[in-house]
């Protein structure tokens, strides 16, 4: 099956610095990999995902960049805010299933 | 757009009870997921249907756990015989079934955190 590794699994950054987070993947079969926002009490957010056949997407102050080659995936915040604070998922999906990474949770220090 | 839904969102029960959660998807989505997440892991899959028909179950589904969708809208998972192991958040998502085998977004519940007593 589908190993997903995610790190850091803690980053703390401060208000207006950039946060970047790392995945990487095994099944080279994976084409679809979103990103999930993941705030205490609350079920996953779905906040930015690609394809396998773009190598990055953009969304305001969030973009994504896969190197399928290389297998591994990173998600950009730039500019941060304290409500980015939150812990954050990558996925992949091969299969008709999704594999979550371990999380990462990200603090904005104002 | 309501979003999915789940109930409860707490539950608290004693070793040895059964317990059953509810997941209402948002209304057009015709695949709904249920995952179990445990404190600093991300979503484990456990099954999923399209439409009414339960079409893969991980192996972590063992046989204390059975989930349904009747008539391919809400769905139910039942858990038997609950044990201390089973203490986790239970979450609910759905999506539009797979373009071409692309995979349709997912959107997820608030879950459903169950504590074994």
């Known amino acids: 099956g589908e190993n997903v590794e995610q790190h850091p699994s803690t980053l703390s950054v401060q208000e207006g610095d950039s946060a970047v987070i790392k995945c990487t993947y095994s099944?080279?079969?994976?084409?679809?990999f979103p990103w999930y926002k993941q705030e205490l009490g609350k079920g996953p957010q779905l906040i930015i995902d690609?394809?396998?056949?773009?190598g990055e997407k953009k969304d305001q102050r969030i973009a994504v960049t896969l190197n399928k080659t290389a297998k591994h995936f990173s998600l950009h915040i730039t500019e941060t805010q304290p409500e980015d604070s939150a812990v954050y998922f990558c996925?992949?999906?091969?299969?008709?299933?999704?594999?979550f990474g371990t999380g990462t949770s990200l603090t904005v220090i104002p | 757009d309501t979003g999915v839904s789940q109930n409860p969102r707490h539950k608290i029960t004693k070793r040895g009870q059964n317990v059953t959660f509810r997941c209402d998807p948002i209304?057009?989505?015709?695949?709904l997921y249920w995952y179990r997440q445990t404190l600093g892991q991300g979503p484990e899959f456990l099954t999923y249907?399209?439409?009414?028909?339960?079409?893969?179950k991980s192996r972590l589904l063992s046989d204390r756990f059975s989930a349904e969708r009747p008539k391919g809208s809400f769905s139910t998972l039942e858990i038997q015989r609950t044990e201390q192991g089973d203490s986790a958040m239970y979450l609910c998502?759905?999506?539009?079934?797979?373009?071409?085998?692309?995979?349709?977004?997912?959107?997820f519940g608030d879950g459903t955190r169950l504590s074994i007593l």
């Open positions: 998502a759905s999506s539009l079934e797979a373009v071409w085998s692309k995979a349709q977004p997912q959107h």
């Open positions: 099944d080279s079969a994976s084409n679809y």
């Open positions: 690609i394809r396998s056949n773009v």
């Open positions: 996925a992949t999906h091969t299969g008709n299933q999704f594999y």
């Open positions: 209304s057009e989505h015709n695949r």
């Open positions: 249907f399209q439409n009414e028909a339960q079409l893969e």
